[in-house]
């Protein structure tokens, strides 16, 4: 699989009584934003916990930044996105642009996560090296995709977002439970501002 570097994430309002039909059209955009936009990935789902609870969230990520300018223009053009803005029950409440780091997570999964969790923070530095020193955490309990990545637009820009996806809400508790034992995660958080960490419930 190609390697992204490069993700947009997309939070959108939507009225309950559309959710399903919204559901079922994201699912086409993605496929819209694989083959008209070289998009690597796509997933998306509903903010679980949080200040969105209950929104959409869209996660697509690209080899490269052209990719996403690629993204504004299968919008324009796919009759899934349409549907979704012309229907007058979803707005967007944020979209940002992020570049991705290679944390190193061994085996990688292409299969959908039940969940995922994603937490921001801003630090003085990247700390990459502290990152990938945690990540047999997740790894070894059941993480099956880690995103990690500086926020380069929106009112959020030059902070941290993690984005890891698991198989169930217990993969998600033994991995915490397991990052409370490391001293070295207890100095990662006095180094850093976590000001949003949220539970994301993933639909495709």
Request: charge should be negative.
């Amino acid at each position: 699989m190609t390697t992204p570097h490069y993700m947009m994430v997309t939070v959108a309002a939507c009225d309950q009584s559309f959710v399903g039909q919204a559901l079922k059209n994201l699912s086409q955009l993605c496929e819209d934003l694989k083959s008209g936009a070289g998009a690597v990935t796509t997933r998306y789902g509903i903010m679980a916990t949080g200040e969105y609870t209950g929104q959409l969230i869209l996660f697509q990520t690209y080899e490269e930044m052209n990719g996403i300018g690629a993204a504004f223009d299968v919008y324009s053009n796919s009759d899934a996105y349409k549907t979704i803005v012309g229907s007058g029950h979803v707005s967007v409440t944020l979209r940002n642009v992020m570049k991705i780091e290679d944390v190193g997570l061994p085996n990688p999964s292409t299969e959908v996560p039940a969940y995922g969790v994603v937490s921001r923070w801003g630090a003085s530095d990247l700390k990459l090296d502290a990152i990938r020193d945690h990540v047999p955490h997740f790894a070894d309990n059941g993480a099956m995709i880690f995103r990690y990545c500086t926020i380069l637009t929106g009112l959020a820009a030059g902070r941290r977002l993690m984005a890891v996806g698991y198989p169930s809400m217990d993969s998600i508790q033994k991995t915490y439970e397991s990052l409370r034992s490391s001293k070295g995660y207890a100095k990662l958080l006095e180094e850093i501002d976590l000001d949003w960490r949220n539970v994301v419930r993933i639909e495709g």
